[in-house]
């Protein structure tokens, strides 16, 4: 099972025009949070302009399905190698997808390119990319797929059109998952903050993973500092990144939920928490952060995760940035 294609009709909508009327952007930039479906819509253009069909995207023809099946030899999918400790896209990846698109196409109207995420490439490897940008090979198009496109390169933005991608409806999420007779559907679906990719992963046991890494989470922020730092050397110790990267996610994803909670709590918004069942954590966390630490501690999370994208041992990383949150919530 997976995410469906849900929302983002107006994109889509746009894309389509565009496609149709043979005007499409050398280049797109797909821009918006993890999950929220920017690679399932790059695909789906992918389709639509490819299908042999009268209603595109039709899904049964050939090319549609070699491309849902990321088997069509014009649709090139670059991202890291799950099998490297570091998750970055190195140059020499680049350069091999550079170099077939000079080929001719083989079955198709355009060829795609979609780079995602965009950001794992490192300098020289987004620089090698750039020429290609600038003079593509006529027929081919990229998509570059990321979170945010203050993490590239201004040069490599500024030669895109960016497209920047919105929240699903939590009831259209909350529907689909229901109709797949998942459990906790509404929780999952309000927690996703409208990324069906997300929901999916929060009602397919990832609501239990969360309350687990909450657990883990105040355990880190309110014992002793040994005893907060051995928490975190159990979980990292003698193993690869590959084995502690998923731990290492859900530890920050329940920082930036409760920060986000913090924030609703102490601004008085009456917007719904995604904590709900953690109230005394989040009004701890809201008494001792709201509103300037906030700000702080997750701008110290966003540096804690450029530099595990290109450190294979993060622990010395790991362990500064609980440190700096134990410092901001006065532990």
Not at 5 to 12: A, F, M, S, V
Not at 29 to 56: D, H, I
Not at 208 to 218: I, N, Q
């Amino acid at each position: 099972m997976s995410a469906p294609l849900l929302g983002h009709e107006r994109i889509r909508e746009q894309l389509a025009r565009s496609a149709d009327a043979d005007t499409l952007h050398h280049a797109y930039l797909f821009e918006g949070p993890p999950g929220l479906g920017k690679r399932r819509v790059a695909m789906w253009l992918a389709q639509y302009v490819n299908c042999t069909s009268a209603n595109r995207p039709c899904g049964t023809c050939s090319r549609c399905v070699q491309i849902a099946a990321g088997t069509h030899p014009d649709v090139i999918v670059l991202s890291p190698d799950p099998t490297r400790a570091t998750q970055t896209i190195a140059v020499d990846a680049v350069r091999e997808v550079i170099r077939k698109a000079g080929y001719h196409r083989y079955d198709s109207a355009r060829r795609f390119i979609v780079v995602d995420p965009a950001d794992a490439m490192m300098e020289p490897a987004a620089n090698a990319l750039l020429k290609t940008l600038e003079e593509p090979t006529d027929g081919t198009g990229f998509v570059l797929v990321v979170s945010s496109a203050s993490s590239l390169l201004p040069t490599i933005v500024s030669r895109c059109q960016r497209v920047r991608f919105g929240a699903v409806d939590t009831g259209a999420i909350e529907g689909w998952l229901a109709a797949q007779g998942l459990s906790d559907a509404s929780v999952a679906a309000r927690a996703a903050l409208g990324c069906p990719g997300r929901a999916l992963a929060l009602a397919t046991g990832g609501l239990e993973a969360r309350r687990d890494a909450r657990s883990t989470l105040v355990r880190i922020t309110s014992e002793p500092l040994p005893v907060a730092f051995k928490v975190t050397e159990d979980a990292l110790k003698k193993k690869a990144k590959t084995d502690w990267s998923s731990t290492v996610d859900a530890w920050f994803a329940v920082v930036e939920e409760l920060l986000r909670d913090a924030s609703i709590h102490g601004s008085g918004s009456g917007l719904p928490l995604l904590n709900q069942d953690a109230p005394d954590v989040v009004a701890a966390w809201s008494a001792r952060l709201y509103p300037s630490g906030i700000q702080r501690v997750a701008q110290a999370l966003d540096v804690a995760r450029e530099q595990l994208a290109v450190q294979a041992n993060g622990r010395l990383v790991i362990d500064a940035f609980f440190a700096t949150l134990r410092a901001e919530l006065g532990v």
